[in-house]
């Protein structure tokens, strides 16, 4: 299994903007998926936006168009820049490393997001 450690968590106002970022233990080239999540209190964890080895992208509905995820292979590293930050986005954050075959499915620690004024 790859570990992953998340960071860039904190506190932002309404409109404001971070960027998280995921460092992986060993190389992410062969990660059919990498991923971002999240969960607020009380609720289910969601996706925010995937990126998988080939470049595709997708995002959680509530998302587009303010966050954009990216990955950089030589420094196995994924990101998520958040723009126009809404109260309804804080939650903890996870990175999530996928693959197929050799199976793996890493979650890292988490990284609060809190969007208050």
Known sequence: QVQLVESGGGLVQPGGSLRLSCA??????SINVMGW???APEKEREPVGIITS???ISYGDSVKGRF??????????VYLQMH???P???????CNAYRRLP????WGQGTQVTVSS
């Open 24 to 29: 992986a233990s060993g190389s992410i080239v």
């Open 37 to 39: 999540y999240r969960q």
């Open 54 to 56: 080939g470049g595709t």
């Open 68 to 77: 954009t995820i990216s990955r950089d292979n030589a420094k196995n590293t």
């Open 84 to 86: 126009n930050l809404r």
């Open 88 to 94: 309804e986005d804080t939650a903890v954050y996870y």
């Open 103 to 106: 199976p793996i499915d890493s």
